[in-house]
């Protein structure tokens, strides 16, 4: 009987756990990743501007994309779950909390500014 | 001497124009339920891990498409894969014309995605 009880107890205190987890989860700071972006904007902030290592292709338009895919991208990137080698070697740089202000920047990036460009 | 300049420029552009049919990649992309994960208008995903479509770069949307579809298939060798369990599955069954289709017709939609320009050379304000 005790013993089940603790076991209840123990359970239900490894519940509880799992909402505060989420809660603690890394808030991005929107200004803050204005100064963080340096190594963006020479591929990220050229209109047009093309990648040819290892495919050839136009890099993503990243101004107004989901907060929280720009967030699990850079994390991919890192963990070598997504495979391109200039994303990879700027990912490894990049802090948890770098990126949650990265992801916040550019989600909101389209949003404010005025002189969108999205040539096709 | 404008004919060789207009001639000379289509040229140009041709290097990031696709071949897709938009109106093909329409109908593929209703046929594969694109829209039940990324939105109905391809701007508004269901979940928010999930990215925004409408109106990205054509080329780099067939880039990836190609990513996913190799990750599953024999060229898993070849230089870049991105796996995912859901668009693993969904590139497996399309064929390369279907995907410079659903391209062309997913960067033809109007999107919030765009390009800013910064120069930390010049001072704006």
């Known amino acids: ?120 | 001497m404008n004919k060789l300049m207009i001639a000379t420029l289509l040229l140009g552009l041709s290097t990031v124009t696709q071949a897709g049919d938009k109106i093909a990649g329409e109908k593929k992309a209703a046929e594969k339920a694109c829209f039940s994960c990324h939105g109905k208008d391809y701007k508004s995903p269901i979940d928010p891990t999930y990215p925004i479509l409408a109106g990205q770069h054509e080329d780099y949307l067939l880039a990836t498409l190609k990513q996913y579809k190799r990750a599953n298939t024999a060229e898993k060798t070849a230089a870049l894969t991105r796996t995912n369990a859901i668009m693993g599955g969904q590139a497996a069954g399309l064929s390369t014309k279907d995907m410079e289709d659903i391209a062309a017709y997913l960067a033809s939609l109007p999107g919030p995605l765009a390009i800013q320009p910064e120069s930390r050379l010049i001072k704006t304000k």
């Open chain 1, 1 to 120: 009987m005790m013993r089940r009880m603790t076991t209840a107890v123990l359970l239900l205190g490894a519940l509880s756990a799992i909402p505060t987890q989420a809660q603690t989860e890394i808030k991005g700071q929107i200004s803050t990743g204005a100064e963080k972006n340096a190594m963006c904007i020479g591929c990220h902030g050229i209109a047009g501007y093309q990648v040819i290592f290892p495919e050839q292709y136009r890099v993503p338009m990243i101004s107004g994309q989901s907060e929280k895919y720009i967030y699990n991208a850079l994390q991919a990137y890192k963990k070598s779950e997504r495979k391109h080698p200039t994303m990879r070697a700027i990912a490894v740089s990049l802090s948890d909390q770098d990126m949650a202000d990265l992801a916040a920047f550019y989600a909101h990036n389209g949003k404010t500014a005025t002189s969108a460009t999205t040539p096709k």
